[in-house]
């Protein structure tokens, strides 16, 4: 199956500072979404992007789908962004998860 | 309510039993899905609907799983003669349409433990 790997897998961050993650899959894909796993456990979804590059306040992404990678940008963090990072692919009928990036933000 | 909704939020059952897991999906999405997250790990798929039917239920691990969506919206996930190794968070999402062209919501999940 395809494989969906994240970087990087842990990340420490002091509040206010930007950062960057990426997803790589190993094939072609139909769409991709990047969800925020806080602590509570809880999954949101963050950015549809099967291509091309999307803002939302502080979040952005970009998907390059000939590439096969996508990237996530968080700039000015903050404490609340803490939690887990997932990219998903969709293949078809289901989405592969990515392994994740579990990111801290510390004041 | 307006999300996804899965009840019980927690459930613990005796190794051998049987458990039933709910999802009420957002209401006017068809698609559901069925995820499992281990410790640490990213969600596992498990089924997928489009309406009553199960597109692809290819990540139900064994026989022991079902799931069924007999009018279209809430799903329930089956597990027969539960072992430890079922221990996880189930999670359910829906989607207007499909994940191919909508986005994904979820619950906040099931927390199965097996003892």
């Known amino acids: 199956g395809i494989q969906v790997e994240q970087s990087p897998p842990d990340l420490i961050l002091q509040e206010g500072a930007n950062s960057t993650l990426r997803c790589n899959f190993s094939d072609s894909v139909n769409n991709l979404q990047w969800f925020h796993q806080n602590p509570w456990g809880q999954l949101i979804n963050l950015f549809y992007i099967p291509s091309g590059t999307k803002q939302n306040g502080r979040l952005s992404a970009t998907t390059v789908a000939t590439e096969r990678y996508s990237l996530l940008y968080i700039s000015s963090s903050q404490t609340t962004d803490s939690g887990v990072y997932f990219c998903a692919v969709d293949t078809g009928n289901q989405f592969y998860f990515g392994t994740g990036t579990s990111l801290t933000v510390i004041p | 309510g307006a999300g996804v909704s899965q009840t019980p939020s927690n459930k613990v059952t005796e190794k051998g039993k049987y458990v039933e897991l709910r999802c009420d999906p957002i209401?006017?999405?068809?698609?559901l899905y069925w995820y499992r997250q281990s410790l640490g790990q990213g969600p596992e798929f498990l089924i997928y609907?489009?309406?009553?039917?199960?597109?692809?239920d290819s990540g139900l691990p064994n026989d022991r799983f079902f799931a069924v969506r007999p009018e279209g919206s809430v799903s329930t996930l089956k597990i027969q003669r539960t072992e430890r190794g079922d221990s996880a968070v189930y999670l359910c999402?829906?989607?207007?349409?499909?994940?191919?062209?909508?986005?994904?919501?979820f619950g906040n999940g099931t927390r199965l433990t097996v003892t």
């Open positions: 609907f489009q309406g009553t039917g199960a597109a692809d």
């Open positions: 209401s006017g999405h068809t698609a």
């Open positions: 999402a829906s989607s207007l349409f499909s994940s191919y062209n909508s986005p994904l919501h």
